[in-house]
């Protein structure tokens, strides 16, 4: 199993409740997933499900924030570290990086999700169809194919057609 998680507060509540619950090997990484390898300053709170790279005006922030340095790493970079990227297949990826998965699918540094069999992702601004369209063209270009969705949240299932497994 294996975490990424940007806010440090969250990762601390993400590790432990991971290796109290799961009996497996666990590692954790407190980082942001993105598009392009380079540090963010952001101030960042307790922890929400809405914490983002994309800070609108940090001023708003600074009464109950910290100003924290966190590391953006490319997808294929996190896989490399742990994985044999010739050999390793990854059951089930989630991506959760609000609003970062444009910039994450839009760039280099993802080809290793090829080595993936399931993909679940919140896709935000969906309102912006040409952006939208752009990044499931290069999720298809994978070798996902779209088999389920939850249009409230925009949370997509995908499964990798160079994996004969059953779809869910």
């Known amino acids: 199993l294996i975490c990424v998680e940007m806010n440090p507060n969250t990762y601390t509540r993400l590790e432990f409740n991971l ?3 799961f009996d497996c090997d666990i590692k954790c990484i407190n980082a942001a997933v993105c598009g392009k390898k380079k540090n963010f300053l952001l101030y960042l709170g307790k922890g929400s499900t809405s914490d983002s790279l994309y800070q609108q005006n940090t001023t708003t922030f600074q009464s109950n924030t910290k100003h924290v340095s966190i590391k953006g790493m490319l997808f294929d970079d996190i896989f490399r570290m742990f994985f044999d990227e010739t050999a390793a297949i990854i059951d089930l990826c989630k991506i959760d990086i ?13 080809e290793c999700l090829k080595r993936c069999r399931y993909l679940i992702i919140e896709i935000h601004d969906v309102e912006n169809i040409n952006r939208t369209k752009a990044l499931m063209r290069e999720i298809t270009n994978l070798r996902f194919q779209e088999i389920a969705m939850d249009k409230k949240n925009n949370v997509f299932l995908f499964a990798n057609h160079a994996f004969e497994s059953k779809l869910i």
């Open 19 to 21: 290796r109290r619950n």
């Open 98 to 110: 609000e609003g970062a998965e444009y910039e994450m699918f839009l760039n280099h540094g993802h």
